[in-house]
């Protein structure tokens, strides 16, 4: 895997993240309808539209956002577990900068820096070293395996 790749997973893995949390929100907003939709007893005929159709139809689009929250979480998941199996080969001080800001998509190596205790400046260097690390390893699998 090479820069480029990391970086296409990266912005893929961000992407889906935002997904999710859209589609949390919409199930939350959803719940929330269903909740305070309630039903009036009274003898007198409604006509259409009542309470119970619009909670009935909450509950089904909140079904529907949780089955896809479920689909989005399984196709990012894959791409996390691509990101870490190639970066498996680094040490693991780089392998969790790495993780960080591939796997778990943090916007920034600044942020790893803080989250890892590290200077930006430090950091941007073990970023750079386990890059090439990681070229280097696949590289040499690609000859390995005849690619």
Known sequence: MNKEELHWYRENISAMKREIYRLIERAEHLESMAMKTTTTMSDMPRGGGTSSDRMADAVILRADTSAEIDR???????????????????????????????SEAIPTLEQVAELCHYSKRHTERLHGYGLRVIQKASTRNMSVNGG
């Open 72 to 102: 989005k979480s399984v196709i990012m998941y894959g791409l996390q577990q691509r990101v870490e199996k190639a970066i498996e080969c680094l040490d693991p001080r780089v392998r969790t900068i790495f993780v960080a800001y591939y």
